[in-house]
Structure formats: C-alpha cells, structure tokens
C-alpha cells in the first residue's frame, strides 16, 4: 500500500494489477519505457475516484546522440505530439476527463491526463491503456535519420526485435 489516501477501491484495483507497483505515494506503471504514474483522489458522489496519469518523456532533441535537433524540427514534434495526444481519451472507458495537459519544459515532455472512474477496474485499465497511448504517440513521432538514446532507443530497439520475430514466424521460424 502506498502512503497517500487513495481511495480503497482504486488502491486495491492498482494493487491487484500485475503492471503498477507502489512508489512515492502513486503506482508506477511497468509496461511502458517512460516513467508513468498513477494517483487518484476521491471523487463526488458514488464515483470511485479523480485518477491523474502523469507521463514524462524526453523531448526529440534529449533522445537524440550528438547532432543537434534544428529547432523547426524540434517546434514541430512538439506540437505533432500535442495535437496527436488529444486523443488520448480515445483508448478510456471514461466519458468524464479534462483536456490532456502536454508540456514542456528544457528537454522534458510532463503528459497529464485526468478523468473521474466511475468503476475502479476501468478507471485503473484507462490508466495503462492512456499511459500506453501516450508511449505510442510518442513512437510514432520519433523521425528517421537520427540515432537514438534512453527510452527512445529502446522503443525503436522493441519495434525492430517484433518485426525480426514476425518475419521469422512466417518463415516457419526458420532462418534464412
């Protein structure tokens, strides 16, 4: 259990949750690369909770090895990222949630998604699936033609070893 007064029902869901663990007074999402974590409060009346998803992500320029961005590249993957994170509440159960909040900050990227669960499980399943939108907002924006570090580096690394295992798995598995 964690030191914050979650409400009972969400801090039990999250506790149930094989990809959130405890940390620091929230839950630490262990599926995605990045840091993700989850908080709640409670809600009005017979909901179960005001669950905020803060995700941090580098910035283009921080995820890049030596060359320096150009700062037109930089501007627009930044507001790509932004304008593509609107749609984050896609992926919830949720109808009830506030504006997803991006920002930046020198060579951080602060994603903040806020919503009322309704029902615990959902409200905790919306968690992951958002935090996880976020990391695939974020995979699809990387731009060729740079070399990569840190999570970025390895969401790319992550993509080209499912490739490998699909192209091997419609050769039989067999090596060519």
């Known amino acids: 259990m964690t030191d914050s007064p979650l409400p009972a029902a969400i801090e039990h869901e ?11 007074g929230a839950y630490e999402l262990t599926t995605t690369v990045f840091d993700a974590t989850v908080t709640a409060t409670d809600a009005e009346g017979p909901r179960d909770g ?4 803060t995700v941090s992500l580098p910035t283009l320029g921080a995820a890049v090895a030596g060359d320096a961005v150009a700062d037109i590249v930089e ?12 749609d984050a509440f896609t992926v919830a159960h949720t ?3 506030d504006e997803p909040a991006v920002d930046r900050s020198d060579d951080q990227v602060r994603v903040v998604l806020e919503y009322t669960a309704w029902d615990a499980r959902e409200g905790v ?11 695939g907002t974020y995979a699809q ?6 070399e990569y570090v ?13 490739g490998q295992e699909a192209a091997d798995g419609e050769r039989g ?4």
């Open 14 to 24: 999250l506790e149930a949750h094989d990809a959130f663990e405890p940390t620091d």
């Open 50 to 53: 005001h669950v905020t998803v």
């Open 75 to 86: 501007r627009d993957w930044y507001e790509t990222l932004e304008r593509r994170l609107g």
């Open 95 to 97: 109808d009830t949630h």
């Open 125 to 135: 399943e919306d968690a992951k699936a958002l935090a996880e939108f976020v990391e």
């Open 141 to 146: 924006g990387i731009v060729p033609g740079y």
């Open 150 to 162: 840190g999570p970025a580096a390895t969401l790319l690394e992550n993509a080209q070893s499912r």
């Open 173 to 176: 598995g067999m090596p060519m």
